[in-house]
């Protein structure tokens, strides 16, 4: 199945396959969310499948039972052997052994490599080996996150395919037609979730809308000076640190958006304030992966209340 949103890349992937044009090498590039793995596969079982030469996979052949079994000799996929490490040296030096084989069932190979941007620099060099001598009928799909991460080298070799965010207006559709979610808890999810629709419906099942309603609520109480700093943040260091600090970000930057126009300059530089505040916890927390959480967090509710303190003397003195 090709998602509504991605209706137009796959029209462009079939077109090239008409036209006998598919290159060696895709780089599948998006955000999270969008169904980039779901893409590539669709785009392999395409060129495998015995049957149907100009769209979809039929499903039915030999090759489509192979494929959707996850047997098919003619195809391969390549992940970190363990959740968050890296694509390593052997794992592609395998797969340049297997590529100089001849097809066993289609007259494709495939191979998926995700994420390409976890390879380790070992990796990305024995690979450029074989990008710079491609196989005849033969397709890898790269699919990353961040392209930046890999070497221009690699990137160079590769036709680019981005797969973007709908409108929001098709994502709400779309999440309301596969689940019972009301818009009022879906919008606030579509920057945390850069739009990808995938990513929201995951975060939508986790009530992740719930825990940013909390958020703002304890965030206008802090506000306010109407909290203890090291209470909350017990209550927030649960929470998906990052995901917090990019919510209260996007929060912040509609206010001073709406205070400026509004020409409010005391209001606006005390949110800038606030802002800077939140980019610093920002750049912490992705800095590190054994940060102290809820000492961060109290510090950064400190900043805030002091700087409330600044802004009120400013404001009413």
């Not at 943040?233 to 917090?244: E, G, I, N, R, S």
Request: aromatic share 6%; glycine share 4%; net charge neutral.
């Amino acid at each position: 199945m090709i998602y509504p949103w991605l209706k137009t890349q796959w029209q462009l992937f079939l077109q090239q396959k008409i036209q006998t044009r598919v290159p060696h090498a895709i780089l599948l590039k998006g955000v999270e969310g969008l169904g980039k793995r779901s893409f590539a596969d669709q785009m392999a079982a395409s060129l495998l499948c015995e049957n149907n030469m100009t769209g979809e996979a039929c499903g039915h052949c030999h090759s489509c039972q192979l494929f959707l079994a996850g047997s098919h000799p003619d195809h391969i996929v390549i992940e970190p052997e363990e959740a968050g490490k890296q694509i390593k040296i052997e794992q592609i030096r395998r797969l340049k052994d297997k590529q100089e084989l001849t097809p066993t069932v289609s007259k494709w190979k495939t191979v998926i490599i995700s994420p390409a941007d976890s390879m380790n620099i070992n990796a990305n060099n024995s690979l450029l080996k074989l990008l710079e001598e491609p196989q005849q009928n033969t397709l890898l799909i790269l699919i990353v996150v961040r392209p930046a991460l890999l070497p221009i080298t690699i990137v160079s070799r590769c036709q680019k395919l981005t797969l973007s965010a709908p409108e929001p207006a098709v994502t709400i559709s779309w999440l309301q037609q596969q689940s019972s979610f009301l818009e009022s808890e879906i919008v606030p999810l579509l920057p945390l979730a850069n739009g990808a629709p995938l990513k929201m419906m995951s975060m939508l099942e986790q009530g992740v809308a719930t825990i940013i309603e909390q958020v703002d609520r304890d965030f206008n109480l802090l506000l306010a000076g109407d909290v203890n700093p090291v209470s909350l943040a017990k209550d927030w260091q649960q929470y998906d640190v990052l995901m917090v600090f990019n919510h209260l970000q996007n929060l912040i930057q509609r206010r001073i958006v709406k205070d400026q126009n509004e020409s409010n300059r005391v209001k606006t530089k005390y949110y800038w304030h606030i802002y800077d505040c939140i980019i610093a916890a920002i750049k912490l927390i992705s800095s590190s992966s054994n940060i102290n959480k809820v000492l961060l967090i109290e510090q950064f509710m400190v900043s805030v209340m002091n700087t409330d303190a600044d802004y009120k003397t400013a404001n009413y003195s």
